[in-house]
């Protein structure tokens, strides 16, 4: 006896600790995980009108046709049933079909893209209530969140108010990534060089839990943070208070060295933000002289630059009084550029000059924001 308990010891103990989780997918506080919880609910019973009686009939076929039972009956020319085929298939296409109507229901209703249309179940969104923008940038190993409209920026540290929508926006500086605070919504990807979206609603003020759900690294099971969902006017508080703080500006250059990858980052306030910042790392040009994603892509859908490149990039000059010169020896003027394309309308007969590469046109571009080697 004293062996088969110490046996039954380490699955009590897996017990005990199990019964500390916090179900919080099953908890939410929010309106969009509430109908998250729902749908998971509805499918979870869905299946079980299939998986209970199987299970229940397996038990019930073992006991009936024991061999000790001489009272079943035994037909071993038995083949086929009618009623029971119409049974077995009928049933799982009818719980097939309530689960695909479910789903693209849900699917729908719940696109992460789609703007909020209610608060909760009793309460639609009020007309012309804007939401509260918050831009989530993934990095090594912290998240960065931006209050555009607030005009500041924290690190591990969101705090929203509560019944007001909220509109994320997410992209990562390095890997791809995933945010999730399970009392809230579903968790949503943050990859780099991408935005996606996210619209949400907490309706339960407090702390919540939120991190990673998407391995990225040695500093992943650190990358967590604290979603604080408080009264409007605790919110309007806090804004103040991190506006009037001594956080400082967040910057291209401040951006750059708080990018470098770290562990266990204590929460951090920022006073002020740089208002692009954020369209400048979704775009991947937040380092100085580095082209944008976009202008990449403007150039590959105008040809490219491609074999033309050897007469059409240039240094840039200015043309004045009808003589080209330089801008300066060393200048960031000296940086070559893609005439053709940086120009945004290429005049006719304008003054040429022959360069190691052949002739260019001799006249001042408006410029990407990076270069084109």
């Not at 729902?38 to 061999?67: E, H, K, N, Q």
Request: aromatic letters at 8%; glycine letters at 8%; proline letters at 8%.
């Amino acid at each position: 006896m004293s062996r088969k308990i110490l046996r039954l010891l380490p699955l009590m103990a897996i017990m005990a600790l199990l019964t500390g989780c916090k179900l919080s997918i099953l908890n939410p506080s929010g309106d969009v995980a509430v109908q998250q919880r729902d749908l998971i609910v509805a499918s979870t019973v869905l299946m079980l009108i299939i998986v209970v009686p199987v299970l229940l009939l397996i038990f019930y076929f073992a006991w009936r046709y024991r061999a000790s039972n001489t009272k079943a009956k035994y037909d071993p020319d038995w083949y086929h049933s009618t009623s029971l085929e119409v049974l077995i298939w009928t049933a799982p296409l009818v719980i097939i079909v309530a689960l695909g109507a479910l789903t693209w229901v849900s699917t729908h209703l719940l696109d992460p893209y789609r703007p909020l249309a209610r608060i909760d179940a009793a309460r639609p969104v009020p007309e012309g209530v804007a939401p509260i923008e918050v831009d989530v940038v993934a990095l090594d190993w912290k998240w960065l969140f931006i209050y555009p409209q607030q005009g500041f920026a924290t690190v591990n540290e969101l705090a929203v108010p509560v019944d007001v929508p909220i509109q994320f926006r997410l992209s990562a500086s390095s890997v791809m990534n995933t945010l999730s605070v399970p009392e809230m919504a579903g968790m949503i990807y943050a990859m780099p060089g991408m935005v996606t979206k996210l619209h949400a609603v907490m309706n339960k003020p407090g702390d919540y839990h939120g991190f990673s759900g998407h391995y990225s690294g040695a500093g992943f099971s650190d990358m967590r943070f604290t979603m604080r969902a408080m009264p409007q006017a605790d919110f309007d508080r806090w804004v103040a208070e991190t506006r009037a703080g001594q956080g400082g500006n967040l910057g291209r250059e401040e951006y750059l060295t708080l990018a470098r990858p770290s562990i266990k980052d204590a929460p951090r306030r920022f006073a002020s933000v740089d208002p692009g910042l954020f369209g400048a790392i979704a775009d991947q040009c937040v380092e100085p002289g580095r082209m944008c994603m976009s202008e990449m892509a403007r150039l590959d859908a105008r040809g490219g630059i491609g074999p033309v490149a050897a007469i059409n990039t240039a240094t840039r000059r200015v043309h004045a009084g009808g003589v080209a010169r330089r801008e300066g020896v060393g200048h960031e003027s000296d940086r070559p550029y893609v005439l053709d394309f940086c120009t945004p309308s290429r005049p006719t007969g304008l003054p040429t000059e022959t360069s190691e590469a052949g002739p260019v046109l001799a006249l001042a571009p408006t410029p990407l924001t990076g270069t084109a080697e």
